[in-house]
């Protein structure tokens, strides 16, 4: 398991050293179907991008193995890609390692918040989803409780807030 913040800071790295860092600031445009507010690579999702002779590769690696976003997703990177004249072009899912939370960016945890989404806990272990001590994105508020283990989509919990009476959606831990 990561320790908290590895998996983003191996990533932020992994970028900061690359050969092709045009590509990586082009695909900062292309974002998540399901949240559009953030990009692929501030939601953990873009993994790597190399080049192997003319062809672009790109790894992604989704958030759950069965992602309904996941063609959607691929496709915005390769007509992405395209539009800016890189033809071949190539994107790989990669299912190990699995996708954790801990790869999101300070960035994308901080838009989630401002989109009206619980970011993930930091510090807390893959797969909790504790019921106490999440914070309403609207009010601040910890007085929260979870309603369901399941929110809009697989990977968010949905939640309520007793004080400001509003339901959110919490990203899971994972």
């Not at 949240?35 to 192997?52: A, E, K, T, W």
């Not at 945890?109 to 989803?129: E, F, N, Q, V």
């Not at 609207?138 to 400001?164: I, P, Q, V, W, Y």
Request: glycine fraction near 8%; hydrophobic fraction near 35%.
């Amino acid at each position: 398991m990561d320790k908290p913040d590895t998996g983003w800071i191996e990533r932020e790295t992994r970028r900061a050293h690359s050969d092709l860092p045009e590509i990586w600031t082009l695909l900062d445009s292309v974002c998540d179907p399901e949240i559009p507010v953030l990009s692929l690579f501030d939601l953990g999702v873009l993994h790597d991008i190399r080049q192997l002779g003319g062809c672009i590769k790109v790894s992604i690696t989704p958030t759950y193995s069965g992602c309904p976003a996941l063609e959607t997703m691929r496709d915005d990177i390769l007509k992405t890609l395209s539009q800016a004249g890189f033809e071949d072009a190539q994107v790989e899912v990669c299912l190990s390692p699995v996708w954790s939370s801990n790869w999101m960016s300070p960035e994308g945890r901080r838009k989630l918040k401002d989109y009206g989404i619980a970011p993930p806990m930091k510090h807390c272990r893959a797969g909790d989803t504790p019921d106490a001590g999440i914070g309403c994105p609207f009010c601040g508020s910890h007085n929260t409780a979870r309603l369901s283990e399941f929110g809009a989509t697989a990977c968010k919990a949905m939640f309520t807030c007793a004080d400001c009476k509003e339901t959110f959606d919490f990203f899971k831990n994972i």
